[in-house]
Nanobody
Framework: QVQLVESGGGLVQAGGSLSLSCVGS????????MGWFRQAPGKEREFVAA????????DYADSVKGRFTISRDNAKATMYLQMSSLKPEDTAVYFC??????????????????WGQGTQVTVSS
């Protein structure tokens, strides 16, 4: 199994940028497809971005496409989410997740085996 720890959340003004990190420990980080999700109060957890094991495939939710960039460094067992042009509607707790499945990218929370504890991102207007 793998343990995941997110960091980098905080308070930022609309239009600003923020970078999240997710550090993995335990089983080989590179053996997992990874993803970022977010959950706002009173809402379901929603897909943000996904990245394949070798980082050769990525995909994004339409709401963040062109503003967010997902990446990973397997040598450092770390995944990143670079967020720019932030909007108040991006406010949520952001979670990183790991999947041991066979496919390159996963979009549903149920497809992920392991989760971090989450980091709060607040965008003020």
């Amino acid at each position: 199994q793998v343990q995941l720890v997110e960091s980098g959340g905080g308070l930022v003004q609309a239009g600003g940028s923020l970078s999240l990190s997710c550090v993995g420990s335990g089983r080989t980080f590179s053996s997992y497809a990874m993803g970022w999700f977010r959950q706002a109060p009173g809402k379901e957890r929603e897909f943000v971005a996904a990245i394949s094991r070798s980082a050769d495939s990525t995909d994004y939710a339409d709401s963040v496409k062109g503003r967010f960039t997902i990446s990973r460094d397997n040598a450092k067992a770390t995944m990143y989410l670079q967020m720019s042009s932030l909007k108040p509607e991006d406010t949520a707790v952001y979670f990183c997740a790991a999947s041991s499945g066979l496919y390159n990218l996963y979009y549903r929370p149920i497809s992920y085996n392991y989760w971090g504890q989450g980091t709060q991102v607040t965008v003020s207007s």
